[in-house]
Nanobody, 126 residues
Framework: QVQLVESGGGLVQAGGSLRLSCAAS????????VGWFRQAPGKEREFVAAIFRRGGHTYYEDSVKGRFTISRDNAKNTVYLQMNSLNSEDTAIYYCAADLSLILSSIRVAVEYDYWGQGTQVTVSS
């Protein structure tokens, strides 16, 4: 099994940036599809971005395109989410998730991921 630990959340002013990290242990993260999801109070968990296994193709939710970048460092066994131009609507708990056999059509579906981190809080003040 793979274990995931997120870090890098915090409080930031609108327009600022944060970089979230999802450190994996137990398995090689490049063999997995890794997704970032977020959940704001009173809302359902929503897809943010994903990076596909091996080749590393990336996918984004429309509202974060051009602002967020997902990337992977194979040497560090870590996936990152660089978040720029943050606004109050980005405030949420951010989770990384991984799955070994996920297909492309399912990468936006949270229940399809088998492994989850504990989450990291991102708060954007306006």
């Amino acid at each position: 099994q793979v274990q995931l630990v997120e870090s890098g959340g915090g409080l930031v002013q609108a327009g600022g940036s944060l970089r979230l990290s999802c450190a994996a242990s137990g398995r090689t993260i490049s063999n997995y599809v890794v997704g970032w999801f977020r959940q704001a109070p009173g809302k359902e968990r929503e897809f943010v971005a994903a990076i596909f296994r091996r080749g590393g193709h990336t996918y984004y939710e429309d509202s974060v395109k051009g602002r967020f970048t997902i990337s992977r460092d194979n040497a560090k066994n870590t996936v990152y989410l660089q978040m720029n131009s943050l606004n109050s609507e980005d405030t949420a708990i951010y989770y990384c998730a991984a799955d070994l056999s996920l297909i492309l059509s399912s990468i936006r579906v949270a229940v399809e991921y088998d492994y989850w981190g504990q989450g990291t809080q991102v708060t954007v003040s306006s």
